[in-house]
């Protein structure tokens, strides 16, 4: 399925499209920093994860800066818990106990975006194919009863800022739509029953050509001020 799903964005980038002169291309990375809500572990301490995405992308333009924005890559994301055990107690291993949920996914972002007071506003909806999932514990306790879903929609609201013609500065954020493990509960709002993905991105998007999306919105700024 994953494998069909990329030949099918290649084909797409590289196909009878690219002689329209509409498209652009560009490779991007970032660190996250990612957290799962309703996590169903023992005691205390769920914390956010540090994970990363990159991968490689295409631009098709719509006119007046407006485009269309394509791309498949990468993505780690997950959640840390730190359990302690109270030193008071009667138990003798007083140790912390760090657990450690990774998981691993094929994203597949589709985003709107329009330059805006000379930003880049990007909008839109991802699918996630789930590759691999691992839980480690400190202390080899046995792994938690989790079960997560192959597949995850996500939201995301991106702001690209330009540092050269090529390379823009970049703030993403994502949240899941969807409950992203199958033993969800049965009660409460549907956000309410299960673990979601969340979290914040800060990298960089290199452009193999100047952007003209921003030299366009730039031109039509300066026509609005030349009375």
């Given at each position: 399925m994953v494998k069909k799903i990329i030949l099918l964005f290649l084909l797409l980038s590289i196909g009878k499209v690219k002689a329209q002169n509409k498209?652009?291309?560009?490779?991007?990375?970032?660190?996250?920093?990612?957290?799962?809500?309703?996590?169903?572990?023992?005691?205390?301490?769920?914390?956010?994860?540090?994970?990363?995405?990159?991968?490689?992308?295409?631009?098709?333009?719509?006119?007046?800066?407006?485009?269309?924005?394509?791309?498949?890559?990468?993505?780690?994301?997950?959640?840390?818990?730190?359990?302690?055990?109270?030193?008071?107690?009667?138990a003798l291993n007083i140790e912390n106990i760090d657990f450690h949920l990774?998981?691993?996914?094929?994203?597949?972002?589709?985003?709107?975006g329009f330059?805006?007071?000379?930003?880049?506003?990007?909008?839109?909806?991802?699918?996630?194919?789930?590759?691999?999932?691992s839980q480690i514990t400190s202390d080899n306790l046995p792994p938690?009863?989790?079960?997560?879903?192959?597949?995850?929609?996500?939201?995301?609201?991106?702001?690209?800022?330009?540092?050269?013609k090529q390379m823009f500065f970049n703030v993403n954020l994502f949240?899941?739509?969807n409950t992203i493990n199958r033993n969800d509960a049965n009660v409460g709002w549907w956000f309410q029953r299960g673990s979601m993905h969340r979290g914040l991105g800060v990298g960089l998007t290199n452009y193999f050509s100047e952007t003209p999306f921003q030299m366009e919105e730039k031109e039509e700024q300066k026509k609005e001020y030349n009375f």
């Open positions: 498209f652009s291309y560009f490779i991007y990375g970032m660190p996250l920093f990612t957290h799962l809500t309703n996590l169903n572990i023992d005691g205390d301490g769920v914390v956010g994860k540090l994970g990363v995405e990159a991968g490689i992308g295409t631009l098709y333009q719509l006119g007046n800066g407006q485009y269309w924005r394509f791309s498949i890559g990468y993505a780690e994301r997950g959640a840390r818990k730190r359990r302690l055990f109270d030193p008071n107690s009667d990774r998981l691993r996914y094929i994203t597949i972002p589709i985003l709107y330059p805006s007071y000379g930003l880049n506003v990007q909008t839109g909806v991802s699918t996630n194919l789930l590759m691999e999932e938690q009863n989790l079960d997560f879903k192959g597949v995850d929609f996500m939201a995301h609201f991106n702001l690209e800022f330009e540092v050269t949240h899941s739509i």
